[in-house]
């Protein structure tokens, strides 16, 4: 029997030799296997911050990206169309009946320019921190405080219903085939994007187009929110404006059954 105790962390074996306790062994796999978890977590971020959620930033990305894209397609088309009705107007044989009948047409179908006296109705959301300013109203839910797809289609009907002759939100113009969609806060219209204020334009007589808006029973519930959360409201008459014609495709899309 040897005189010298032995060292802590380790003990003798039957030859006289020493060894690691499996404590010690494991303690050094934990930390093997954390430095492991720290490279790879390290080579993963290259720098960035991996705790936010990137999916949905790269969809907010994509998202306005295709919304740009679709614009920068609206103005081509729009040239290409005037290019071919330029050469269509250039033909012999044309007769001023016809040109007359499909410049109606045109106009109808709101692919050309429409000129004339316009008011503007601007749509806005509340402040975020808004409350009643009105006795006898509960205090706001988020979705008071948010302008909605029924919002803006009540304005765009009211302002069809007094005349207008052609009707442009925010800066495109809008044809029967033409869908007022909101997704959240945010409104879709002809494959693009946009964010509030919201501006709607219409050329029409000023008096007849007010008068619309204020008989809409749809717009004077809307206005029991402004007057109470102050949700935005704004009518302004313009003057005389030109509303630029449709230039996205007026092809009609629709399902068909599988044979």
Not at 57 to 74: C, F, G, M, P, V
Request: net charge neutral; hydrophobic share 35%; glycine share 10%.
């Amino acid at each position: 029997m040897s005189n010298s105790a032995d060292s802590p962390g380790t003990q003798s074996s039957p030859g006289g030799t020493h060894r690691f306790r499996p404590v010690r062994v494991l303690t050094a796999a934990v930390f093997a296997l954390a430095g492991l978890i720290f490279f790879t977590s390290f080579d993963t971020a290259k720098g960035t911050n991996i705790r936010t959620d990137s999916s949905l930033l790269k969809l907010s990305d994509l998202i306005q990206e295709r919304s740009h894209k679709n614009a920068t397609l609206d103005e081509s088309n729009g040239a290409l169309r005037r290019d071919v009705d330029a050469l269509a107007g250039s033909e012999d044989g044309d007769s001023a009946a016809g040109d007359a009948k499909l410049a109606a047409l045109e106009k109808g179908a709101g692919t050309q320019k429409v000129k004339g006296e316009a008011v503007t109705v601007t749509l806005n959301d509340a402040p975020p921190n808004a409350t009643a300013k009105l006795p006898g109203y509960p205090e706001p839910q988020p979705d008071y405080l948010v302008i909605h797809q029924q919002d803006l289609q009540a304005v765009v009907n009211a302002l069809w219903q007094g005349g207008a002759k052609g009707i442009k939100v925010m800066d495109q113009r809008l044809i029967s085939t033409s869908a007022v969609r909101c997704v959240g806060n945010t409104l879709i219209l002809q494959g693009r994007v946009y964010s509030p204020p919201y501006k709607i334009t219409a050329v029409g007589d000023p008096a007849k187009l007010q008068k619309s808006l204020a008989a809409s029973p749809a717009i004077q519930n809307y206005m029991v929110y402004v007057n109470v959360y102050g949700l935005g409201w704004k009518v302004e008459e313009n003057g005389t404006v030109t509303l630029p014609g449709y230039s996205g495709t007026v092809d009609l899309h629709y399902a068909k059954p599988v044979e």
